[in-house]
């Protein structure tokens, strides 16, 4: 593991919420970041697929570790927004961000969110979020 990922693994086990879901950081390098889950039942809405606030979870996490990561430093999501493409089905969901642009306080990032099933990764949800470096 080298230090960026080992930052980012730092924090992100620092995260209850992470836990709770069972959320796991597969990835973490200067401005790039997958995040992903396994999809039980406890986290699906009553038609059976991923719950939004789910998907919305991975994109927002996604979008701040890309993003902190680009910017050097620990970061917070200051906006996103997310379009649900279908719904989510299938055994793991997985979220992979990218930072578009840095500047020195703030990172724009995009993030796609797969749902894998039967082997298939199907695109479920694409956002984009403004991440903003926390300072002291």
């Not at 086990?13 to 836990?19: E, K, L």
């Amino acid at each position: 593991m080298d230090k960026t990922h080992a930052f980012a693994a730092g924090i992100f086990a620092a995260q209850p919420f992470t836990h709770l879901i069972g959320a796991e950081l597969v990835a973490a390098s200067k401005g790039q970041t997958e995040i992903a889950v396994d999809l039980r039942d406890e986290l699906r809405q009553q038609h059976g697929f991923a719950h939004g606030g789910l998907i919305s979870y991975l994109a927002d996490n996604a979008i701040t570790f890309a993003g902190g990561l680009g910017l050097g430093g620990d970061a917070l999501t200051s906006e996103f927004k997310i379009n649900y493409v279908r719904p989510a089905r299938g055994a793991r969901l997985i979220a992979r961000a990218t930072t578009r642009s840095v500047g020195r306080r703030q990172a724009v990032c995009t993030c796609e969110i797969y749902a894998i099933e039967d082997g298939a990764e199907r695109l479920c949800a694409l956002a984009q979020g403004t991440v903003v470096a926390v300072s002291g």
